[in-house]
């Protein structure tokens, strides 16, 4: 059997070609419609295929594009990010620098009468809020020295050795500062509530005082010299039982975040 198939496709090979040879014109009639025929099967087939073709190379482009675009947008976004960078590093050296001109120019004023130092911590670790200072008795800082900064009052040395001083600040529940109203015939106590703002005290409900009033150091407490800004008022009450108004104060510097200080030699 299997001999069998063998001579027919055999012979099949030998007529075949004895026809492409000859050039017969059976064949070549036979070969073109066959030509014809699978041309007209083939060419809807191959434009159907090739129709996945191009939208697979249409995808395949825009997911580059699409990759492309996104690379170059984290690289704005980074170059946005170090430009924001670099912007807030020129405003603190510029905020830094504006601090350091305030300070010198302070000094400038009573050069004899100042010691420069930076804060260097706080102290937690009794009842006082205090600041400590990067300079001590070794630059001339004694107790009860008031600290300032161009902006007003800090508060007075409590504690120095050799090299380091400690400040207890005016928000403290310590401190009391004599202190009037600017532009007024008002005084009274200013006292730390160990919070933001400030209490003044000993103010009769008729006294001259107004929301926005300035309060400077009176120099009668026998610490701070006079004429020193404290603070700002900002809630004034005279609806209590009492002569006195309840008052608070907003002072003027942010003892969270000093820098310099001045200590005001006496």
Do not use: H
């Not at 939208?55 to 690379?71: A, D, M």
Request: one cysteine or more; proline letters at 3%.
């Amino acid at each position: 059997m299997k001999n069998t198939v063998v001579i027919i496709i055999a012979i099949a090979v030998l007529v075949v070609s004895f026809f492409i040879f000859t050039n017969t014109p059976l064949f070549l009639r036979g070969y073109s419609v066959a030509k014809t025929g699978f041309g007209e099967v083939s060419g809807p087939l191959l434009r159907t295929v090739g129709k996945p073709v191009e939208l697979v190379s249409y995808i395949f482009k825009n997911y580059i594009g699409l990759i492309r675009t996104n690379r170059e947008n984290t690289e704005l976004r980074n170059k946005v990010a170090s430009l924001q960078m670099e912007n807030q590093k020129i405003s603190e050296l510029e905020y830094e620098n504006k601090r350091l001109k305030s300070i010198l120019n302070l000094m400038e004023q009573r050069p004899k009468t100042m010691i420069a130092a930076r804060v260097i911590g706080e102290d937690i670790k009794n009842w006082f809020k205090c600041i400590i200072l990067d300079k001590g008795k070794s630059s001339g800082i004694t107790i009860k020295m008031p600290v300032i900064t161009p902006r007003g009052l800090v508060g007075q040395v409590v504690e120095t050795d050799r090299w380091v001083t400690k400040v207890m600040v005016i928000n403290d529940t310590n401190s009391s500062v004599d202190v009037y109203v600017e532009g007024r015939n008002t005084r009274g106590i200013l006292e730390g509530t160990g919070q933001t703002l400030l209490r003044l005290k000993y103010i009769r409900k008729n006294d001259e005082i107004e929301i926005g009033d300035k309060l400077i150091t009176s120099g009668k407490d026998g610490i701070y010299p006079k004429g020193l800004a404290t603070g700002i008022v900002t809630t004034i009450n005279r609806g209590k039982p009492g002569i006195f108004s309840e008052i608070e104060v907003m002072p003027f510097n942010n003892f969270n975040i000093l820098e310099e200080v001045l200590v005001v030699k006496k």
